[in-house]
């Protein structure tokens, strides 16, 4: 069984509650020196013989690999690099591509709206008149029809933490003869992931899998599909024999394919040694210590701020590792909380949102958290007008 908090290996300012590890998880304490090697000893001393001498050409697999088991699948199936956005374009244009005849993507209102935007984006440029319908997520299974191409969902709602089922939801498109695209960027490193056969899946490696800010995404595709994927981002480092540099794209074998060009070979130090953590760590032990701090800390909001509502599922098997509060003022009352050293974030229009993440959270810090918290709320330091002015990033 895997012991939780496991607080050595991660940094944490002094006097400071992290519940916003779901945005951005913190440092592993690994990574400075680690990074700090890539620089000098690899990208310093090998130059341009790194991509061969130091694997840096091999890392997008070599990490997809590790990532694999996180989220429940084969290794080989797995290829990090560019941004989560650019991975649902290319996940949503090879889905399209398995069912040309059908005309409707469909996704819910709790999508969050990057994944939304790029499928936009993607119609627009196909040009077929293709339709985005987004339906309440409760709504989502009745909508899927026989003209329904693929199904796009985020698991867990990034705003109120509400969890779908994959294996009732994938069962149900399959039937219908849809695709499934999983977004796992809120459940990738927060709990067990059952992808159910569905055909893609995307995540990012910044949030619970704490690999820094601008880390790469991830992408899965289903090893019996993968030599049929004609990428829509046919970058060079996706081809077949990148160094032929031949006239015409060609796609690379299996999951090679879905590379484009140049990977961040300076974040995927940090990423390699952020997924060390994950190496012998039990996903199952690993959910129920959040459920537990999340119950905790529920209790202890509800007990003292009657003014905040829990906006998130109450049943924790329907939630992620995330809770949300609904507050008019939440904007305001989060820039107090903060303040006081408790960290979580806001999600317009009133979400006050806070991640659990027992690898370095224990039971007195959501003790400390829940006392903070309600001190703001109770004396309304949120009033203050130092708090009400919104910045570029809430
Ligand atoms: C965090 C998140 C993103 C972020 O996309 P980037 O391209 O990495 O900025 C996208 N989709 C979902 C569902 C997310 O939670």
Same mark, same amino acid.
């Given at each position: 069984m895997t012991q939780f908090p496991q607080k050595d290996l991660f940094h944490i300012p002094d006097g400071l509650i992290y519940l916003d590890g779901n945005s951005l998880g913190p440092i592993p304490k690994a990574v400075p020196a680690a990074t700090q090697k890539m620089l000098t000893d690899e990208w310093g001393e090998l130059l341009i013989r790194g991509w061969n001498k130091a694997g840096w050409m091999n890392q997008p697999t070599k990490l997809g690999d590790q990532i694999a088991p996180i989220i429940g699948v084969v290794a080989g199936s797995v290829a990090v690099g560019d941004t989560l956005s650019v991975k649902v374009f290319q996940a949503l244009a090879a889905a399209l591509q398995l069912n040309p005849d059908r005309r409707k993507i469909l996704s819910d209102n709790g999508n969050f709206p990057t994944d939304l935007y790029m499928a936009e984006g993607l119609i627009r440029t196909i040009g077929k008149d293709h339709k985005l319908i987004t339906v309440d997520p409760t709504d989502v299974i009745n909508s899927i029809d026989d003209d329904t191409a693929v199904v796009m969902l985020t698991q867990v709602d990034y705003r109120t933490g509400r969890l779908h089922d994959t294996k009732t939801i994938t069962a149900a498109a399959h039937a219908a003869g849809a695709i499934m695209i999983w977004d796992l960027a809120h459940t990738a490193g927060a709990m067990p992931i059952d992808l159910a056969g569905a055909e893609f899946a995307v995540g990012c490696? #910044?949030? +619970?899998?704490? =690999?820094? /800010?601008g880390a790469p995404a991830f992408i899965y595709v289903r090893p019996d599909l993968i030599e049929t994927i004609q990428p829509a981002l046919s970058g060079w480092l996706g081809h077949d024999a990148p160094f032929e540099f031949e006239q015409s794209y060609r796609p690379g074998h299996a999951i090679e394919r879905m590379r484009v060009g140049t990977p961040p070979v300076i974040q995927m130090a940090s990423l390699q040694v952020a997924l060390d953590i994950w190496k012998d760590l039990d996903l199952n032990d690993l959910r129920a210590a959040s459920i537990k701090l999340s119950e905790r800390f529920i209790a202890g909001i509800e007990a003292t701020c009657p003014d905040l509502t829990l =906006?998130? /599922?109450?049943d924790p098997n329907a939630r992620g590792s995330q809770v949300s509060f609904a507050f008019d003022q939440g904007y305001a009352a989060m820039q107090a909380v903060i303040d006081h050293g408790v960290i979580g974030d806001f999600r317009a229009p009133n979400i006050m949102r806070f991640g659990f993440t027992p690898l370095y959270l224990d039971e007195s810090d959501i003790d400390a958290a829940v006392g903070i918290i309600a001190s703001v709320m109770t004396q309304k330091? +949120?009033?203050?007008?130092? #708090?009400?002015t919104r910045s570029r990033v809430t």
């Open positions: 490696t #910044y949030k +619970y899998l704490n =690999a820094g /800010p =906006a998130s /599922p109450r330091l +949120y009033t203050d007008a130092k #708090y009400q």
